[in-house]
């Protein structure tokens, strides 16, 4: 299994950005997906995932502002994540990350087994 993400990069506050996290190497279509991020001397922290039926959770921080989403065809599996009204909070490192069963607590990291090298988001004032 492969995450690539991309979309990364600098904004000013109030702008928006969509970050792509395309995925590979899955056998069937039954994996869960999120978004994490990480600010820089932090812990990662879940930002939003959604479920094998579509059913999404955010953190209390994005919710309102971010919209997660994916694609997934025969060939191509996608993760997005919508960034809107950003601000300078936001910065971090935004990983993609997938589960093979579903999360206990859809915001921990351990619940997750595939991971993408991240993209780094810097929002100015």
């Known amino acids: 299994v492969q995450l690539v993400e991309s979309g990364g990069g600098s904004v000013q506050a109030g702008g928006s950005l969509r970050l792509s996290c395309a995925a590979s190497?899955?056998?069937?279509?039954?994996?869960?997906m999120a978004w994490f991020r990480q600010p820089l001397g932090k812990e990662r922290e879940g930002v939003a995932n959604?479920?094998?039926?579509?059913?999404?959770?955010?953190a209390a921080s994005v919710r309102g502002r971010f919209t997660i989403s994916k694609f997934v065809d025969k060939n191509t599996r996608t993760l997005y994540l919508q960034m809107n009204s950003l601000n300078p909070e936001d910065t971090a490192i935004y990983y993609c990350a997938a589960a093979r069963w579903s999360p206990f607590h859809w915001n921990s990291p351990a619940a997750y087994n595939y991971w993408g090298q991240g993209t780094q988001v810097t929002v100015s004032s």
């Open positions: 190497g899955f056998l069937g279509s039954n994996y869960y």
């Open positions: 959604i479920d094998t039926e579509d059913n999404t959770n955010y």
